[in-house]
């Protein structure tokens, strides 16, 4: 016979529902139904905001910048492409590539790491390499026989970040 969690905390876990045990006390009730639906939307809310958390610790980014930090005033865009086509993240439905040219300290891995943690809070699954980091990585992993495993999966990757400064010799 199976034994059935007897304590709220025991049942929450086994019903796999984490969040559950710290946030009924703070929700109001009115009725069973709207309690039990302000239950389980503050459980799925707290669920993807865990899931954008490890979203944006598996991306690998050297800083947290989002686009509200980003000045836009010295940007040249290309008559294509505008400030809401970018920030919207409206390339990445239409598989397009954006390359970011400038001089040293002019802010593309701002944006770049900024458009990344906006795909990270839209539920993409994002990847930021310095380019030598990368470069080795794959290195590394053909070496030791998991070439095939890491391009699997980044195969899975909805963005790819390569940052390139790193070949870049600084003054």
């Not at 905001?49 to 980003?70: N, P, S, V």
């Not at 809070?121 to 990368?134: E, I, M, N, Q, S």
């Amino acid at each position: 016979m199976v034994m059935v969690p007897e304590s709220l905390p025991e049942q929450c876990k086994a019903l796999k529902l984490a969040h559950v045990p710290s946030l009924y006390p703070e929700l109001e009730y009115h009725d069973r139904e709207q309690y039990l639906t302000a239950l389980f939307k503050a459980e799925l809310e707290a669920r993807q905001a865990g899931k954008i958390r490890r979203l944006i610790h598996r991306a690998g980014f050297l800083a947290h910048k989002t686009l509200e930090d980003f000045d836009w005033t010295p940007v040249t865009l290309p008559t294509s492409t505008t400030v809401t086509t970018l920030s919207t993240l409206a390339f990445l439905e239409r598989h397009e590539n954006v390359l970011a040219l400038g001089a040293i300290g002019t802010g593309k891995t701002l944006l770049a790491t900024a458009l990344g943690l906006k795909a990270c809070t839209a539920g993409k699954v994002v990847r930021f390499y310095r380019c030598l980091d990368l470069a080795n990585t794959l290195l590394d992993s053909h070496r030791q026989g998991g070439l095939g495993k890491l391009m699997a999966d980044l195969e899975k990757v909805d963005l790819i970040i390569i940052d390139v400064d790193c070949f870049i010799q600084k003054h």
